[in-house]
């Protein structure tokens, strides 16, 4: 029986053998391993620095052998493909429509300014006054204006600096404006973000709609034919501005500015890609509106700042700018009320915005 199981064990493996043998030695098999190799020389030699095969390997970041000792999210990826894609729109729609954006806004409220100029107030000042907003709504205020002009400013000329600043003024002074403005940039950031949140807290209760505000809307404010529209303390475009501006745009500038600001906290790099995106497009919208409420809050209005400034505004102001508002105060049915202590010369410089 063993003699008989012998042969056959032995036949079954000469099969095997001549198998294995066979397609060792068939036309059409050749290692990967080394037909990649002798492919890559000979391109080589027909295409001398042509590493096409090698880099779309890396690419795929799917290599076992593509690792690295650092540790870390993507550290083993050696190169990014969507980087790619970031950086020409980074480099191109992004800068080229914001600055359109920017552009027409300000050629909007020039032509606005020209057009119409200043909103004057037609009574003259009374001299009584009436607080306007409180010491802690100006800090407020102004805490979030000064880091919002930071971040704005800094902002500009890392998106626009090499196509305006660099051409005229040279590598130096670039470079010195870029790195002072991306430090401020990253350092006042989160400031603007607490600030976001603390002027939510203080305004929210007064700039909730009103059934006045949609009047005032479809009649666009009286901006355009003049119209008086009433409006409580602010009126149907400061609410627009409060609710959209500051507190949706602010929250997502906040959201993808800290994403990009604290990289350490193993985000991918194609999240913090798509941060810098979004960041850049609502900045640009952001900037936009500010600027539409920097000039009516300046130039654009008599009396408008020195109410930011000193917190008071002159009655005439009031029943022009507020009326609602101003019954409120004069039915004490309002937080604010009239000032009797101002000293002198913030009467005069309030009375003095308003040439009647």
Known sequence: MGTMIRPLVVGRALVLAG???????????????????????????????????????????????????????????????QGETWRQIHNGPLPLYGGLL????????????????PLRVHEKPTG?????????????HWTTAISFVILASSGLVM????????????????????????????????????CT???????????LWRAVDFVWFAKAGGLLGGEHVSSGRFNGGEKAWFWFG?????????????????????????????????????????????LSHIYIGTIGAEG????????????AWAKEHHDIWYEEVKASKARQHFADDVPADVKAQVAGAIKA
């Open 19 to 81: 198998a294995l043998a066979a397609a060792l030695f068939a036309p059409g098999f050749a290692w990967s391993a080394e037909d990649s190799a002798q492919q890559q020389a000979q391109r080589q030699l027909s295409q001398p620095g042509n590493n096409a095969p090698v880099w779309r390997d890396v690419r795929k970041g799917d290599n076992a052998y593509q690792t690295t000792q650092v540790r870390g999210v993507e550290t083993n990826v050696l190169v990014q493909s």
């Open 197 to 207: 949140v603390v002027t939510f807290v203080t305004y929210v209760k007064d700039n």
């Open 159 to 194: 998106m626009f600096g090499k196509y305006v600043i660099l051409p005229v003024f040279g590598y130096t002074l670039f470079s010195w404006l870029a790195i002072i403005g991306k430090n401020l940039h990253n350092f006042v950031g989160p400031l603007f973000i607490f």
């Open 128 to 140: 009584r006054l009436i607080e306007r907003f409180s010491d802690w709504e100006r800090l407020v």
């Open 304 to 315: 408008a700042y020195e109410s930011m400034r000193h917190g008071v505004v002159d009655e």
């Open 246 to 290: 500051v507190t949706l745009l602010g929250l997502v500038i906040g959201a993808s500015g800290l994403v990009l600001d604290f990289p350490n906290f193993e985000q991918t790099r194609s999240v913090m890609q798509q941060a810098n995106v979004i960041h850049a497009i609502t900045a640009m919208l952001f900037i936009a509106l500010a």
């Open 102 to 117: 920017l552009i027409a806004m300000l050629l909007l409220i020039f032509g606005y300014y020209r057009w119409k100029g």
